[in-house]
């Protein structure tokens, strides 16, 4: 069975500063891995989706790594800032279905 | 639509009463999924359809649960006999291509469920 987990479960940081939230998963026979963004009270926005043979996805201030050998992926958003504050929650898909992780939980403070 | 509608958003019940959730998946959209998530806890995965095909039931958790796909398109997961701990939300997400088909996968906002 696939677990996902992300660390740190919950983060702070001061408005300017660069997040790094991290993911790990335990199978690496995956298809894809997809970043999404929850908001309190609200769906799941996709962030980035990084195919299997892919090592790297960016968009914008957005920039996410995956080493499918080692069952990781990172997150990386430039220059946080207090819009940035919400749950990031890491995907791994295979077969009909993603598994998540737990999210990392992050505030960034003005 | 321009993206997942879901319907309920926000449903309160009695326990043992039967619930009908709905979604509205993106037009055009032949993968649909239903996840579940509780309080506290990661994504759980319910049911998957893909176009025409069986839908992989293998993540519901109990009998007292089901979803129909009509059309290809509106789907709806019924929940019989509501207990307490059915209270989640209820997501719902679609995709353009199925399995390995490397689409990005898009969510609804949810249906907020209570049983009381």
């Known amino acids: 069975k696939q677990e996902v987990t992300q660390i740190p479960a919950a983060l702070s940081v001061p408005e300017g500063e660069n997040l790094v939230l991290n993911c790990s998963f335990t199978?690496?026979?995956?298809?894809?891995l997809q970043w999404f963004r929850q908001d309190p009270g609200k769906g799941l926005t996709s962030l980035l989706l990084?195919?299997?043979?892919?090592r790297e996805q960016t968009s914008g201030r957005l920039n996410a790594s995956l080493d499918k050998s080692s069952g990781r992926s990172t997150l990386y958003i430039a220059a946080s800032q207090p819009g940035d504050s919400a749950t990031y929650l890491c995907?791994?898909?295979?077969?009909?279905?993603?598994?998540f992780g737990k999210g990392n939980q992050v505030v960034v403070i003005p | 639509g321009a993206g997942v509608s879901q319907s309920p958003s926000n449903k309160v019940t009695e326990k043992g009463k039967d619930v009908e959730l709905r979604c509205d998946p993106i037009?055009?959209?032949?993968?649909l999924y239903w996840y579940r998530q509780s309080l506290g806890q990661g994504l759980e995965f319910l049911i998957y359809?893909?176009?025409?095909?069986?839908?992989?039931k293998s993540g519901l958790p109990s009998d007292r649960f089901s979803a129909e796909r009509t059309g290809g398109s509106v789907s709806t997961l019924t929940i019989q006999r509501t207990q307490q701990e059915d209270s989640a939300v209820y997501l719902c997400?679609?995709?353009?291509?199925?399995?390995?088909?490397?689409?990005?996968?898009?969510f609804g906002e949810g249906s907020w469920l209570t049983v009381v």
């Open positions: 997400a679609s995709s353009l291509g199925g399995v390995g088909s490397g689409n990005t996968i898009y």
């Open positions: 037009s055009g959209h032949t993968a």
């Open positions: 359809f893909q176009g025409n095909s069986a839908p992989d």
């Open positions: 995907a791994v898909r295979r077969g009909n279905r993603l598994a």
């Open positions: 199978d690496s026979a995956i298809y894809n």
């Open positions: 990084i195919q299997s043979s892919q």
